[in-house]
């Protein structure tokens, strides 16, 4: 497995958004092997990605695959940059444009590779940020029941996938977070297995395991904590997010998130029951109204 760091990620997060994990021992290379051209571009990709230039590492990216569109490995590592841009972008616009381009790389480059785990685990994530930026209950749903197909697959291929898990970690939060009657009302309407099989033990099993799998992504911390927070396991959330604030920042979003934490540390736990704002102290994002 190679290295990650995302969510993610997607999402969240967010896995291996930089290049090698020294502390899961992942290896750099994909599936097949690479032309000197090729491997000479994911080292550049990778090198401005590890300098905190996702954008760079996206263009970088972009302008070999204008030549070289079978490239599997630069196909999973524009997906990656720019997920990451989305994460990091500010109106909710620039956001989607990122996603849905994070999305379309991960297409390709799943058609190219289809059960390779990085790959998958990638388009998963950016489904995920799709889905939760999503104005239709309807397409967050479907987009939701994609995001469960896709982790499965992955976890399939290997249980201890870090950025496996950390999804489908995610994707468990957040169905426990709607309503009772809208996680009901789901169940019947839209037959998701997400709906159906979602619950807090799977959501800190499977965030745990992605720690276990690579302790260096923040994210990871940022979501195991929001989980315990939403859950009113408050010890055990400051725990998490303290732990992810003692990590160095190693990737480009890695201070975002270490924000968001300081903020879910300053709220007092009675705040939680309050629907304005999200457990990480984030306002509810906006979105633009639908036209009719």
């Known amino acids: 497995m190679r290295p990650l760091s995302p969510l993610l990620l997607a999402a969240l997060l967010t896995t291996r958004l930089l290049g090698p994990s020294p502390a899961a021992g ?54 990656r940059a720019a997920l990451v841009l989305g994460v990091m972008s500010t109106g909710w ?39 939760m930026e999503s104005r239709s209950p309807r397409e967050n749903a479907r987009m939701g029941r994609r995001v469960w197909d896709l982790t499965e697959t992955v976890l399939a291929e290997d249980p201890t996938h870090p950025l496996g898990n950390g999804v489908r970690g995610k994707l468990h939060q957040e169905v426990m977070k709607l309503a009772p009657w809208q996680r009901a009302l789901g169940r019947v309407l839209l037959r998701s297995d997400a709906l159906k099989r979602a619950n807090w033990a799977a959501s800190e099993a499977h965030l745990r395991r992605a720690i276990q799998g ?29 732990a992810g604030l003692r990590l160095p920042s190693l990737y480009p979003p890695d201070e975002l998130f270490k924000g968001q934490i300081r903020r879910a540390l300053q709220r007092r736990p009675a705040a939680t029951s309050g629907r304005s704002t999200s457990p990480t102290g984030e306002p509810e994002r906006t979105r633009p109204a639908r036209r009719h």
């Not at 302790?215 to 303290?242: C, H, M, N, S």
């Open 214 to 242: 690579d302790p260096t992504v923040i994210l990871f911390y940022l979501d195991l904590g929001e989980t315990y927070w939403l859950q009113q396991k408050y010890q055990l959330a400051r725990e998490t997010f303290e």
């Open 93 to 131: 616009g620039a956001r989607d444009r990122w996603f849905r381009k994070a999305v379309a790389h991960g297409e390709e480059a799943r058609r190219l590779n289809p059960r390779d785990p990085e790959a998958v685990a990638w388009l998963a994530a950016a489904v995920g940020r799709r889905a």
């Open 26 to 79: 992942i290896q750099q290379t994909g599936s097949g092997s690479q032309s000197g051209v090729a491997a000479v571009a994911s080292a550049a990709v990778d090198s401005l990605f590890r300098a905190m230039d996702a954008l760079g590492s996206y263009n970088r990216a972009e302008a070999h695959l204008r030549g070289a569109s079978r490239d599997f490995e630069a196909q999973w590592r524009a997906s």
